[in-house]
Each structure stands twice: as C-alpha cells, then as structure tokens.
C-alpha cells in the first residue's frame, strides 16, 4: 500500500518561508519521479515543483529562485524548501507520486497516481 504523507504546512507572513515534507512508504520510493501540486479552491492542480528518478528537479516559473526540491532518501521524505512567499503562493499543497507515462510533462497533474491528503499554505500580506 503506497502512502504519502505531507506535513509542514501553516500559516505566515509575506516574505516569510516554510519547509514541507512528504514521508513516502509502502514502495521503492526512489524509483519513481516525485512532484508537488499546488490547488486553490475551484481551480485545477497546478504543478510546482518535481524531481526525476535521476534526481534532476524542474520547477515552475513562478516559484523558480523561490521554492527548492529535494529528497532525503534515508528517510523516504520528499522536501519543499519555500522562501520568499507570497500571499499568491496560499494553496494546499499536495505531494504526489509515479508519473505514468513518463511522454508527458512531468508537472501535469493527472499524470500522477498516488497522492497524498495535502497540507494547507497560507501567507498573508
């Protein structure tokens, strides 16, 4: 049973940062591309921030310079570093796991099969 598991979320000032994990369990976890996904209230998940098998990392425009990836995999733990954040920048924040058809762009939501329950960021101004 795969599970994902996100944590760190919560509330701070603009210009602030806070640091999200996603503890993965129940698969090889370093075999598989990994990626954040960020969903405000009636609009679609928008990705943000991914890491390959190979442990290259993609980023979306908007966060790029700001947020960084990455993964500790002793503890099968995916990381966002969040800096810089923005009022924009409130969502909750999903991770997700195994791109299937590894064609496609690897920040397009519904090409991820296992997701997690997601934690909420909100930044004020």
């Known amino acids: 049973q795969v599970q994902l598991v996100e944590s760190g979320g919560g509330s701070v000032q603009a210009g602030g940062s806070l640091r999200l994990s996603c503890a993965a369990s129940g698969y090889a976890y370093s075999r598989y591309d990994m990626a954040w996904f960020r969903q405000v209230p009636g609009k679609g998940r928008e990705g943000v921030a991914a890491l390959n098998m190979n442990g290259f990392a993609y980023y979306a425009d908007f966060v790029k310079g700001r947020f960084t990836i990455s993964q500790d995999n002793v503890k099968n733990t995916l990381i966002l570093q969040m800096n810089s954040l923005k009022p924009e920048d409130t969502a909750m924040y999903y991770c997700?796991?195994?791109?299937?058809?590894?064609?496609?762009?690897?920040?397009?939501?519904?090409?991820?099969?296992?997701w997690g329950q997601g934690t909420q960021v909100t930044v004020s101004s």
């Open positions: 997700a796991a195994e791109r299937e058809n590894r064609g496609l762009p690897i920040l397009l939501a519904y090409n991820y099969r296992f």
